[in-house]
């Protein structure tokens, strides 16, 4: 059957009204993955404009890796039962904040902080909730800084607000989540005496973490800064301030 030209990509009513089931293999699901998808798009832009900016005007890459991903429709129905709601299209928008997940590796913790800071500062994304797991660890050992944002993406309808999760983590910080997670996914029932090893070398590299940044910090000069107006003839505009 043809479409209507003018029909939105999504029956957004329909679906919250009628709390409509997920169905994998519809349309309708293939539609919801591409907004995730396109909000992903966006907000990697965003932070690799960020990137590009710090390495020209400071000399400086504090990213060192931009990973991105949707969940599956396996783990997208997983979690709603899970938590105990219908798989429906009304809980998966509304419930479930990490269907859209950017993960970004920075060098320090300094970065991390800097790079969350910048992100939440954008104009037009929406914080809905941030956690801290550098300054507070999970119980596991986990460190990271968790950002649920909500980011605008312009159709030809208009544009659509869309949830992403934004992790941030160090290099050392990505390697033993990375890990652990693979180690946990082989074996749920972890020994309490594993688990204990985890949390230890999870500290163990937190302290290599602050030891490296404290060598770079001797090293580094952060005080050469320059302001520049952003147009001459415009005398009001906010002035930038950058390293020359």
């Known amino acids: 059957m ?93 419930k479930i904040n990490d269907v859209a997940g950017v993960r970004i590796v920075c060098n320090f913790k300094k970065d991390v902080y800097k790079i969350a800071e910048t992100i939440e500062n954008m104009q037009d994304v929406r914080v809905l909730s941030k956690k801290d797991y550098l300054k507070t660890p999970k119980k596991s050992g986990y460190r990271s800084y968790h950002l649920v944002v909500s980011i605008p993406v312009s159709f030809s309808e208009g544009t659509m607000y869309v949830k992403v999760e934004i992790q941030i983590r160090t290099i050392g910080m990505n390697f033993w989540a990375s890990l652990e997670h693979k180690l946990k996914y082989k074996n749920d029932s972890i020994s309490k005496g594993d688990s204990k090893s985890l949390e230890k070398y999870a500290k163990v590299i937190n302290s290599i973490d602050d030891g490296m940044f404290t060598i770079y910090d001797k090293m580094s000069d952060d005080n050469d800064f320059l302001y520049l107006d952003a147009a001459d003839d415009e005398p009001n505009l906010k002035k930038f301030k950058f390293k020359l």
Request: charged share 35%.
């Open 2 to 94: 043809k479409k209507n030209k003018k029909e939105y990509l999504i029956s957004m009513d329909n679906n919250l009204i009628n709390k409509q089931y997920i169905d994998p293999k519809s349309d309708t699901f293939e539609k919801v993955v591409f907004l995730y998808d396109s909000a992903i798009k966006e907000l990697k832009t965003k932070i690799e404009i960020l990137q590009d900016e710090m390495k020209l005007f400071y000399g400086y890459e504090p990213i060192e890796s931009i990973s991105t991903r949707v969940k599956s429709s396996e783990s997208i129905l997983k979690k709603l039962n899970t938590k105990g709601y219908e798989p429906t299209y009304e809980n998966l928008f509304e």
